[in-house]
């Protein structure tokens, strides 16, 4: 049983910030990578940014130096720091985390994805 559930989503003018967090729960065995993802209306769902257990970060071109990804293993969350909003980040952004956990005594590797969480950034 593992469920994502997202919070920090919102309205925010152009150039301003919001902070968006993911918190896994259930009973898994571990945590590997987590990350955000977005999809706009007549878009492809895209990754904004990813953070592996070890510490790894990635972004996507459009976010560097504007977004941070974050975590903190002993929560279980992942954060998305979002500073200098754009009209264009306005989307549904989605919580991913590839998790091992016990299934019938050994261990398996599977996504989860959160129902996602609305930012729009008005003109």
């Known amino acids: 049983q593992v469920q994502l559930v997202e919070s920090g989503g919102g309205s925010v003018q152009a150039g301003g910030s919001l902070r968006l967090s993911c918190a896994a729960s259930?009973?898994?065995?571990?945590?590997?990578?987590m990350g955000w993802y977005r999809q706009a209306p007549g878009k492809q769902r895209e990754l904004v940014a990813a953070v592996i257990s070890g510490g790894s970060t990635n972004y996507a071109d459009s976010v560097k130096g504007r977004f941070t990804i974050s975590r903190d293993n002993a929560k279980n969350t992942v954060y998305l720091q979002m500073n200098s909003l754009k009209p264009e980040d306005t989307a549904v952004y989605y919580c991913?985390?590839?998790?091992?956990?016990?299934?019938?005594?050994?261990?398996?590797?599977?996504?989860?994805w959160g129902q996602g969480t609305q930012v729009t950034v008005p003109s």
């Open positions: 991913d985390a590839n998790i091992r956990r016990y299934v019938d005594g050994r261990l398996r590797t599977s996504d989860y």
């Open positions: 259930g009973s898994f065995f571990r945590i590997n990578d």
